[in-house]
DNA sequence: GGGGACTGAACAATCGTTTTTTCAGGGCTC
DNA sequence: GAGCCCTGAAAAAACGATTGTTCAGTCCCC
């Protein structure tokens, strides 16, 4: 690729006008046609400014590393992609990293910033990794911004609306009649789940629905521990006739466990979901979900971790807009006649 | 962080030898002392090579990236775990892309390269991506692998034996007694369906089975196009009593579409699906299933780049390792009887 | 016509590494 | 004891870009 002295060779400028003129300096002054030179040959050898020579120089990577769990579910393409556009938009690129393969000891990440291969991150956690574990795999004074979830240190932070999404999808199941309505939550220790859960309690209090934990489970999100939970939920008595799924790939193996028991969605049990993606179309029944404003947590995210990284103070946000919004499919009915 | 010339500060010696000792140079002469000193200092200063120095020494990023349309498919997550795994271990960071960003016109992937940022990329080009657009794409001299598909060019090409896999699947119905097998392929300017065609093909053809292009439909491997597809498929007479769909989102939806046209599967219809992912086990019913050493894909994808980037001639492999391995689900079953 | 202000551009330092080259000193040989 | 070789390390150049400083020439004013 051509380089700057190329350039200033073929314009016959020096390096740094070369520079100023690409650069748009607002403090050079140079003749019009000494300008016009310089653009021509930058176009003429199609030129890109080299990229590690800006970093070194600049003290900055323009990079931005985003850390992940659970790369396989579709949800994960929204987040993807609104954070992509942002970082585009500001001329930083995107990494990307399984937050599953950061382990407690690692130095993955601080490497990633010793390094200068990235100015800052963008980490969503998995649900088992503690407040103090986070403190210690980043530098104290790494820039970094938690994606739908929240730290007490004094890190910045992008969240949904949690209580909102969860309160939405538990109004729905209220009003189509549902008074025994279960909730299939995340793990205790996570911030999401505790907020998910909130919703969940707000909105049976509100409709004075008596909150029976019995009927709750913390488990986690994943197929297979939400099936886990619904099959040993069908075990109470009297057992729901509405459950709210604290996440849509939870929700999916949750139908599997009652098409396993031979329970009928929605006659004799309604599910509804937080959080929409393709799949839940094409379940069966297909998934009434509430879907959430993800794409939006991506973008927010990294103009909030751009933002810090100009100097402003970390920040916590919710992004409320646009607002959680019910998707109505087949899996959710007026509960059956009491018998 | 701590740069190298604070290192050989507090160490006493040169840039050059703290340089040097940190870097194993085996033509370095230096009394052990020295050596410990330099080692003993890195550790103190918690040392990490800056990035953007090395590389523009260098002339090599250490960064690959890996282009994808459709992150929102599971399947991604195999390509991606084994690419990024790979990558770690030679110690090259991975960037992800998505190919459906990148447009005809975009020099994106030029500038990736131009501003050499990444050495190399992993391309998944979508279905739709000729191979004219490609080498518009991308530099003449870039170093590209070709994941799943291949091109005339001399570029090389990682592959999955999706001969033997789209065998492997109808196989599969033939063995159950079908004798009037459909396939939902993709669209036929893609050499990927065009192999998988071919082991349907062959399948049948040692199978002594007429292929019918009635029963052969080339829309896509999306859920919707597959879904209409096999509408279309519905609507033959006789219709088929078996089909492969090679893909198995397109599989989702082509389940899909056989239950709004209220047709019992496996009892009417058996649906088998090249690929596998965790939502085919929590589709209704769960969905038989070719699994494809995609993980591998990922491995070979980077090793193939690196030895590229090394000075090999670009190869074209074939990842056969593991086999192709049918996941019996509950989606195919021996044919009707003849009415 | 001499001095100051302004214009338009070159010079030069710097970021952190890597790597080739140079160099000082000590010990050995003859 | 002069020359050589070897050891162990320092010096220096280079990668490509950015940016504060310097500088040569021109114009204008008095």
Known sequence: MATLSQIARLAGVSVSVASRVLNGDPKLRTRPDTRDRVLKAAKDLNYTANYAGRALRLARSKALALIIPAVSSPLFADLLSGATEAAEAQEYTLLIGRSDRITAGSDTLRRLVGEGRVDGFLLQRSDDLSDQALENLVANDARIVLVTSRTPGRRGSVILDDVAGARLATEHLVSLGHTRIGLIGGVPSSDIARRREQGYALALHEANLRRREAWVRRLGYSPEMAAAAMESLMATDPRPTGVVVANVNGAIGALTALRRLGIDVPGEMSVVAYHDEWVAEHTWPPLTTVKMPYY???????????????????????????APLLVQRMSTAPPPPRP
């Open 296 to 322: 939006q947590v991506g973008v927010q995210a990294v103009q909030s971790l751009l933002s810090q990284l100009s100097g402003s103070p970390p920040q916590d946000v919710v992004v409320r807009d646009p």
